[in-house]
C-alpha cells in the first residue's frame, strides 16, 4: 500500500554532514508518524528521531542538537539532517510511517534502508 525508498546515504568523516531523504508513494492517510530509525551491527534498532503529522517531534538522546528531523507533506517526503557526525553513529538507516489512529496502529512500513558510514 506504501512504499518508502531512503537516499542520501554515504561515507562521511567525523564531524562531517548528510542529509538522509525517505519518499513516499502510495495510499497515505492521514494521522501518520514518519521517523527514522538505525541499526548498527550487533545492535538492536533504536529510534533516531519522529514526526507526526500533527506536529510532534521526539529524537533519541544521542542524536539530540546535531540531528534535525523535517517533514515536507506536498512533497510525501521526511528528511534528517545530520551534523557533526560521529563513528557512533555508523549504522543502516531505516524510515518509516505508523499512524496514530487505533484501528490503524497494526499498520507499520519500512524502507530497505540507506548505509551511513562516519569514518577517518
Known amino acids: 500500500q506504501v512504499q518508502l525508498v531512503e537516499s542520501g546515504g554515504g561515507l562521511v568523516q567525523p564531524g562531517g554532514s548528510l542529509r538522509l531523504s525517505c519518499a513516499a508513494s502510495g495510499s497515505i492517510f492521514s494521522g501518520n508518524i514518519m521517523g527514522w530509525y538505525r541499526q548498527a551491527p550487533g545492535k538492536q534498532r533504536e529510534l533516531v528521531a519522529t514526526?507526526?503529522?500533527?506536529?510532534?517531534?521526539d529524537y533519541a538522546d544521542s542524536v539530540k542538537g546535531r540531528f534535525t528531523i523535517s517533514r515536507d507533506n506536498a512533497k510525501n517526503t521526511v528528511y534528517l539532517q545530520m551534523n557533526s557526525l560521529k563513528p557512533e553513529d555508523t549504522a543502516v538507516y531505516y524510515c518509516?510511517?505508523?499512524?496514530?489512529?487505533?484501528?490503524?496502529?497494526?499498520?507499520?512500513?519500512w524502507g530497505q534502508g540507506t548505509q551511513v558510514t562516519v569514518s577517518s
Open positions: 518509516n510511517l505508523r499512524y496514530d489512529a487505533r484501528w490503524l496502529s497494526s499498520i507499520t512500513y
Open positions: 514526526f507526526s503529522s500533527g506536529g510532534n517531534i
